[in-house]
């Protein structure tokens, strides 16, 4: 009788610095969360401080503590129009984005027609169109429509370029819904629209729920644009409102980083609601592809 093979297994044997793989991982993790929260720290506990006290001892806790610099900021008129002004482009801009793009997408995915790849090739070229070479043509474009100081000269050249990529992410994502699905709807009377509609969306709420959280950071981000369109104060947005802070209060670092925490909340606080949806969103098209 021989024994098993298992009988005779040898446990496999850890190479003898296996213990520094995790190790060097956490580490990594955490000089680049460093990076990033040392930063943050030193801006929210120097909005609490004075210039002087930025200038003696710009590490250690305020003393005393001075929050005028954020209560002033949380109380002026301007602040609050900035930040409704930035939240009204990015939903107005992701709103068009997400509609046209999955409109688009369902056709280039789930129909065939002759000139369907150039199409979707001129699409995806958009990506290598640099935003910044198209700022004088349009600038000439939006003053001969006048659109200027008006948030519609924002909100359209943002959708525009964000077509290609959210066009992209959801064409992907169409196309791997099972044709047997939209076979069975048809059979029972849907039209293409009504497949759409009332099947496609619902399963591509993932994707959908990624592309509008891109959109958002991208409009709620953008400076340029804004900032050459924009020349009444009343439509500036966050990006612009920093800018025309530290503009004002050059002298004053400690009000500027009040302002500038104050600014990054929003954005953060979005993040923490939305993270959830974008990781689920890009691990479902990534399983699906």
């Avoid at 090739?121 to 910044?132: E, I, K, N």
């Avoid at 020349?231 to 004053?252: A, H, K, R």
């Amino acid at each position: 009788m021989t024994a098993p093979a298992s009988a005779h297994a040898r446990p496999a044997r850890r190479h003898p610095l296996w213990w520094l793989r995790p190790v060097s991982l956490q580490a990594i993790v955490i000089v680049l969360g460093a990076f990033i929260v040392v930063p943050l720290l030193f801006a929210l506990v120097g909005g609490f401080k004075d210039t002087a006290q930025l200038s003696t001892n710009p590490f250690g806790l305020p003393s005393p503590w001075v929050p005028e610099n954020y209560t002033d900021v949380l109380f002026s008129g301007g602040f609050w129009r900035q930040l409704l002004n930035s939240t009204f482009i990015a939903v107005a801009t992701t709103a068009i984005v997400v509609g046209l793009s999955s409109m688009a997408a369902f056709v280039f995915a789930r129909f065939a027609f002759r000139g369907r790849e150039l199409l979707f090739t001129l699409f995806t070229v958009g990506l290598m169109f640099p935003f910044a070479v198209a700022i004088l043509p349009l600038f000439v474009l939006l003053r001969t429509l006048g659109l200027l100081d008006n948030p519609l000269g924002v909100i359209l050249p943002q959708a525009a370029f964000g077509l290609p990529m959210t066009i992209i992410i959801l064409r992907s994502f169409f196309r791997s819904i099972p044709r047997e699905v939209e076979e069975a709807a048809t059979i029972d009377g849907c039209t293409s629209f009504g497949f759409f509609w009332r099947i496609l969306l619902p399963l591509a709420r993932p994707a959908l729920g990624t592309v509008s959280v891109l959109a958002i950071v991208t409009s709620w981000n953008n400076f340029f644009l804004p900032l050459v369109i924009f020349n009444d104060p009343n439509w500036w947005t966050v990006p612009l409102g920093v800018q025309q802070f530290y503009g004002q209060y050059s002298s004053d670092t400690a009000r500027i980083l009040a302002y500038v925490v104050l600014a990054m909340v929003p954005a953060l606080a979005f993040y923490a609601v939305a993270e959830r949806q974008l990781v689920g969103g890009l691990t479902a098209g990534a399983s699906k592809g």
